[in-house]
């Protein structure tokens, strides 16, 4: 880790000197122990600041978008920010000659409470980033695709199992618990529209009490935006405030796309493509 | 009106004259018209459904099918032309990928399955019409009235939404 | 503050027998914004539109709301009157209290409620009307007809001398389709030929004519007045333009393959004209059976010709056009019964053959000069069977309707067989006798008088047995087994949809029923229109008919082109799908979903925050969008709506409706 981390020092510094990118995102120490926090620098010497180990728990992707007005972006990509920015690409949202993309394996990261692995790291598909310009660091491998599944939808297959009432005061529970805060949004490299349904106002669209209802409808509505787009990097989760389980929400559809029209997983390139924006005739049907 | 502030009242506290709402969002070109059908063949169904026009079912976003449950019907049914046959080519197909991925979330959050159904009715199937928006009536009555909010239910019965009498100029932005 | 008119309709007694109207107009005066509420005995009537037209100006009304049928009946109606007031058209809203309301409830008690509700729902939704124009597309005159069989060319041939380019796309080397390789058509026994080949030759000879032979239509953009057509025409490998036709390469050619034509009873070369009469008039090579285009050693009719119009290096040539409207008139094709009825002997018995190839048989230019012969030893049968409905009214192993041309054309074959052979007999197994159509019957029964013997029953089983067929059935009048010993057996086959129906019909955006015939938009009042605007039908593509029905239907269609193309433009949807740009962030969902490819992408230069942003966002084509709205519910941030049927609109409906 510390060798990527001075690869990561050195190309930065590099990347700013040589003006080929006018800002580099990637982490630094934050206030507290075995915390970071994201880190954005213009200038080479401050490349000495980057860090890179064991807690860097922020999803980096989303940040490039605020930033590339002034220039290319050189960005740290492990697999979780890769497909980030594929999916923003895809969306439009990103020109790949925008970002410069510092690729890096990535075994996983810790809770710096816990120090238990993070949950977000524990499904991970793709340590290595699918996308990048240079690959600072061997590439590892990969958990086996059935064994990561099996965790992957381990936690919604546990809620299918429960009885409706249950699972009804579970998501309940999860919806009362929410405070519209939006955390998950802004972190979201799929949440890329100019003004979210939220912020309208609009009849009949997001009311804007916090209550049971509403709170239901925003976390439905934000699942059916991002549903056939989501790359699965758990920001959101882990952006949480209230820690509610958004990923079990985001998961349920995932795993139904894939099952009822084999959806695939999503970032793993930079075309548009949406399970919901295509169809066959021979749709498997439940409507007759 | 009387009756229907009855049914209401009798709704809102529960005993057993509960009369569910249904909304029923129905593609002009097919379900529209097989609903026009039942009516000039002189079929009968209950009167607890309401129609709500719509070109083509791909035009049913499901937001509004969860601001009405929250706002206080008891039941939605979205219906589009059969697979093959949408006046638009390919609108029910996606209504199709949408609505199956989006029902299947509402009965993982809880929702009953009854109260959110679709079912692809042609121009000429008014007798499908009929069973469909006799069952759907059936079983959402089975099921009582909807409470998507306990803590709210009460409030939505009294007020809903007389609150909003005032209106701009025009529709569009 | 929007003034509100809200009019309900008795409609007699077929909404007030069920619904108390007067109160509902009580009701609807209540209501947030309405400013004058009544009702008409019947509001579609001159006198109740006038009572509207009154009310809008003394009452300043500026969007009505009219309770009474269904939008369906008369939103056209209304909106048309409103196009003579000083309110857009589109400031109305209909609430259906007949049809989904009066005509379904039995009583008033339950009528009522249910009506003011539905009012109330319209009242929400006309309070977010907003005025919607219309814009004009430009109509190209120029029409494309795909299949060159009798109902193609009788359209081309109408649109033509209307005035108008046509453009026909044959796949085939000739025109003619499937009328040229009859012999006799019912039931005026006058010659196929004789009267086919000179539409053939007009078709050829007209000015306003192009014709594309073995080509085929590759794909198609764009919509009604505006249609961008590729075509793709093989090569031919002689070049039409020096080709004089003297047909010195086919004697010569020494390649010789079943000729479709004759329905594998004949053989033609390599070099051919599928039949004599063929327009063009040009030989084509089957570059599969080429001995030169298949291993370089040949080239006999490079030699022969004496024009040098062999091109062994020809291509295949793509063209792209704008066409105004398109006819589709791809015909049918036999069903191929071997595969099904193996109880026929499933196509090993070579005297067990199809209509189509007894035409052949029967034809003066045929395999045989029009002598009648069994294919297998060239000997006259004396006694013929013809099995009716083979693959028709079969729902459990093939189609289940009726092909509608066989009885006839069982009775012509009857007729002919008789006519030509001495001391023969002929059997005819069918299952009913449909003969509707001038002359028809009259034909029937003559061929009866000519000695037809009719048996009601089908065929269950054929046993071929020392050169005799012998074909078992059932004699359904009389309950008894019949067995015939046959010399030849005649299917009259099944007509089915051409193979192309499937994928023409998907690229053209035509539905198929459940046989892949193309739909019409509707069957009755709209028999040749389909659901996408300036696409036609004509002919047998549509379902199974005779040839009169045909060339009607080929002459409605080109009736239908010619209006058409009397206008210079057309105006286009008014409720069509928009992007507010503010809201869209480009992200291309909307482009995907679009079945009309009416939505694309714009750059747009904007300040916005104080900084200069370039970015894109999406673009409705008005001409192109059909109003579905697929593309709004695709559309996260919501920039995408739909005219007419806002998310305001609808939303407010909904909120109406949860009053009750």
């Known amino acids: 880790m510390t060798a990527i981390q001075e690869s990561i020092q050195k190309r930065a510094a590099e990347l700013l000197e040589s003006g080929e990118v006018t800002q580099v995102i990637a982490w630094t120490n934050g206030r507290f122990t075995n915390q970071t926090s994201p880190l954005f620098i213009q200038n080479a010497a401050d490349a000495g600041k980057i860090v890179f180990n064991e807690y860097c728990v922020n999803t980096l992707a989303k940040y490039v978008l605020n930033e590339k007005i002034a220039g290319k972006v050189g960005v740290c990509v492990r697999g979780c920010e890769a497909r980030g920015i594929n999916r923003m690409i895809a969306d439009n949202q990103l020109k790949r000659e925008e970002v410069y993309l510092l690729g890096i394996p990535c075994e996983g990261m810790k809770d710096r409470e816990t120090g238990e692995a993070l949950d977000k790291c524990l499904t991970c598909t793709h340590k290595n980033p699918v996308v990048y310009d240079e690959l600072l660091g061997a590439e590892v491998t990969d958990t086996v695709s059935e064994e990561i599944d099996k965790v992957r939808f381990a936690q919604i297959e546990a809620i299918e199992g429960m009885s409706r009432e249950e699972r009804l005061e579970y998501f309940n529970n999860v919806f009362n618990s929410c405070i519209r805060c939006y955390a998950c949004r802004e972190v979201c490299p799929v949440c890329t529209c100019r003004e979210c349904f939220v912020d309208q106002l609009r009849a009949g669209w997001q009311g804007k009490q916090n209550n049971l209802n509403e709170n239901r409808f925003y976390n439905l509505i934000r699942v059916f935006h991002i549903g056939d787009r989501c790359v699965e990097c758990g920001e959101c989760a882990r952006a949480c405030p209230m820690g509610l389980p958004l990923m079990e929400l985001n998961r349920k559809w995932i795993r139904d796309l894939d099952e009822l029209f084999a959806a695939g997983e999503e970032g793993l390139s930079d075309e548009l493509d949406n399970t919901l924006g295509r169809y066959k005739t021979d749709d498997i049907e439940e409507f007759m | 009106m009387s009756v229907v502030n009855d049914t209401q009242a009798a709704a809102s506290t529960g005993t057993e004259t509960f009369e569910p709402k249904i909304l029923a969002f129905a593609c002009h070109w097919c379900t529209y018209s097989g609903a026009d059908l039942a009516g000039l063949n002189r079929m009968s169904y209950p009167a607890n459904v309401r129609v709500l026009r719509v070109p083509c079912s791909g035009r049913v976003n499901p937001q509004y099918i969860l601001t009405a449950l929250n706002k206080g019907v008891d039941g939605v049914l979205v219906c589009g032309c059969h697979p093959g046959d949408c006046h638009y080519v390919s609108g029910n197909y996606y209504a199709k990928r949408r609505l199956m991925a989006f029902r299947r979330m509402l009965q993982y959050t809880g929702l009953e399955p009854e109260r959110f159904q679709v079912r692809w009715i042609s121009g000429s199937e008014a007798g499908k019409f009929r069973d469909t928006v006799t069952s759907v009536v059936e079983q959402v009555r089975e099921l009582g009235p909807y409470k998507p909010d306990p803590a709210l239910a009460a409030l939505i019965d009294s007020s809903v939404d007389a609150s909003n009498p005032v209106l701009p100029e025009g529709g569009e932005a | 503050m929007s003034r509100v008119g809200v009019f309900v309709c008795h409609c007699g007694s077929n909404i007030a027998g069920t619904v108390d109207v007067e109160h509902v107009a009580e009701e609807a005066a209540k209501l947030p914004n309405v400013a004058y509420a009544t009702t008409n005995k019947y509001m579609c009537s001159d006198p109740g539109q006038q009572a509207v037209r009154e009310a809008i100006i003394e009452h300043n009304l500026d969007r009505i709301v009219i309770a009474s049928c269904s939008p369906r009946m008369h939103e056209a109606t209304f909106r048309k009157m409103l196009a003579g007031t000083d309110i857009n058209p589109y400031m109305l809203e209909i609430a259906n209290v007949r049809e989904q309301c009066s005509w379904v409830h039995k009583d008033k008690d339950v009528g009522t409620p249910k009506a003011i509700d539905l009012v109330k729902m319209a009242v929400a939704k006309v309070n977010y009307d907003a005025p919607l124009t219309t814009t004009t597309i430009p109509v190209n005159k120029r029409a494309l007809i795909i299949g060159g069989g009798i109902a193609g060319m009788q359209a081309a041939l109408d649109i033509a001398d209307a005035g108008y380019p046509v453009t026909i796309v044959e796949k085939e080397s000739s025109l003619g389709g499937r009328m040229v390789m009859l012999d006799k058509t019912f039931p005026t026994m006058d010659c196929s030929a004789c009267i086919c080949t000179p539409k053939m030759t007009d078709v050829g000879a007209h000015p306003n004519i192009t014709i594309k032979t073995l080509a085929e239509v590759e794909s198609v953009g764009g919509y009604i007045g505006n249609f961008e057509v590729t075509v793709r025409e093989k090569a031919k490998y002689v070049d039409y333009d020096t080709c004089t036709g003297c047909s010195l390469c086919e004697t010569k050619c020494p390649s010789k393959v079943d000729s479709e034509f004759d329905q594998g009873l004949a053989k033609r070369r390599a070099i051919y004209r599928p039949f004599a009469q063929a327009v063009p008039a040009k030989p084509t090579i089957d570059a599969k059976n080429c001995r030169k285009l298949i291993d370089g050693k040949c080239g006999v009719c490079e030699k022969v010709c004496p024009v040098g119009s062999i091109k062994f290096d020809d291509e295949d040539k793509v063209t792209t056009e704008v066409y105004g409207a398109i006819i589709v008139a791809i015909g049918y094709q036999l069903i191929d019964w071997t595969k099904i009825y193996g109880e026929y002997g499933g196509g090993r018995f070579k005297d067990v053959i199809s209509g189509l190839q007894f035409e052949r048989l029967v034809n003066a230019s045929g395999p045989t000069e029009g002598h009648i012969l069994r294919p297998s030893d060239n000997t006259e049968p004396k006694t013929v069977v013809i099995v009716k409905c083979v693959g028709s009214r079969d729902p459990e192993k093939a189609k289940s309707y009726c092909s509608r041309a066989c009885c006839m054309y069982a009775a012509k074959h009857a007729h002919q067989y008789l006519d030509k052979v001495k001391d023969a007999r002929c059997y ?233």
């Open chain 3, 428 to 660: 005819i197994f069918y299952m009913d006798i449909r003969t509707p159509g001038k002359g028809y019957d009259e034909f029937y029964m003559n061929t009866q008088h000519d000695g037809a013997r009719y048996i009601r029953g089908r065929v269950s089983k054929i046993i071929n047995q020392n050169g005799k067929l012998i074909c078992k059935g059932e004699d359904t009048l009389l309950g008894s087994q019949v067995t015939v010993e046959a010399d030849m057996v005649v299917l009259e086959t099944a007509m089915v949809p051409a193979d192309e129906a499937n994928q023409i019909g998907s690229m053209l955006g035509i539905t198929r029923d459940k046989d892949l015939w193309l739909s019409e938009a509707h069957p009755k009042l709209r028999p040749v229109e389909t659901n996408s605007g300036g696409i036609y039908l004509a002919g047998t593509c549509q379902g199974p008919k005779d040839i009169p029905d045909s060339v009607a239907q080929a002459s409605a269609a080109a009736m239908k082109v010619a209006i058409l193309f009397s206008k210079d433009e057309l105006e286009s949807n008014a409720m069509i799908a928009n992007s507010n740009k503010n809201l869209c962030n480009g992200c291309g969902a909307c482009v995907a979903i679009c079945p009309y490819g009416a939505i694309t992408l714009e750059e747009i230069t904007a300040r916005e925050n104080s900084v200069m942003v370039t970015r894109e966002i999406s673009k409705v084509n008005p001409g192109l969008c059909q109003g579905c709205g697929a593309c709004t519910v695709a559309c996260r941030p919501g920039a995408m709506d739909l005219r007419g049927f806002t998310d305001e609109q609808i939303m407010r409906e909904v909120a109406a409706l949860c009053q009750w």
